[in-house]
T-cell receptor, first 111, second 117 residues
């Protein structure tokens, strides 16, 4: 089992709709969870961090964490064409400073 | 300010060349990283420095040699690279203390696009 899994294929959403991305992780003691946005040819940009169970909202982004089920999700409300990018889920390993990344999900927002 | 800077932005080098990539952060972070990223793949960790000491080497070939001169600077020395080493090389930093607690948000620099000919 991979450390961090993002299984969904490319996601196409109409402008103004909600984009939903999911991520599961295997290390039960992981404590820190992150979502990065990466535009083509650019470096990853941190958009959300979450440490506790529940929801965390920042603008149009909401991160949800469920440690019992070992998943973390990202919702993008009122999706805009500028949200078209690859979204990477990352989980910090316990005991070191290493991040484990999922393979990423491409989101395409259709005007 | 969450800025990590990297130079150069682009680098083309031959297989016999020696070159260096440079990275700098002024966020007071205590951990710095080198990643390699190929197209349509997630970043692949190469090295981690924690408190200026090498803490993780992900079995990287010796033609890549990291150096951390101080807490703000990170270098990656390149020698005798292969064409398959062509990739985007990313530097990142993390680990700050706030209110006595560690925070692990990791911020990436813009990257160096390396082409080995």
């Amino acid at each position: 089992q991979k450390e961090v899994e993002q299984n969904s294929g490319p996601l196409s959403v109409p402008e103004g709709a909600i984009a939903s991305l999911n991520c599961t992780y295997s290390d039960r003691v992981s404590q820190s969870f992150f979502w990065y946005r990466q535009y083509s040819g650019k470096s990853p940009e941190l958009i959300m961090s979450i440490y506790s169970n529940g929801d965390k909202e920042d603008g149009r982004f909401t991160a949800q964490l469920n440690k019992a089920s070992q998943y973390v999700s990202l919702l993008i409300r009122d999706s805009q064409p500028s949200d078209s990018a690859t979204y990477l889920c990352a989980v910090k390993n316990y005991g070191n400073n290493r991040l484990a990344f999922g393979k990423g999900n491409q989101v395409v927002v259709i005007p | 300010d969450t800025e990590v800077t990297q130079t150069p932005k682009h680098l083309v080098m031959g297989m016999t060349n020696k070159k260096s990539l440079k990275c700098e952060q002024h966020m007071g972070h205590r951990a710095m990283y080198w990643y390699k990223q190929k197209a349509k793949k997630p970043p692949e960790l190469m090295f981690v420095y924690s408190y200026e000491k090498l803490s993780i080497n992900e079995s990287v070939p010796s033609r890549f040699s990291p150096e951390c001169p101080n807490s703000s600077l990170l270098n990656l020395h390149l020698h005798a690279l292969q064409p398959e080493d062509s990739a985007l090389y990313l530097c990142a930093s993390s680990l700050r203390l706030a209110g006595g607690l560690p925070h692990y948000e990791q911020y990436f620099g813009p990257g160096t696009r390396l082409t080995v000919t």
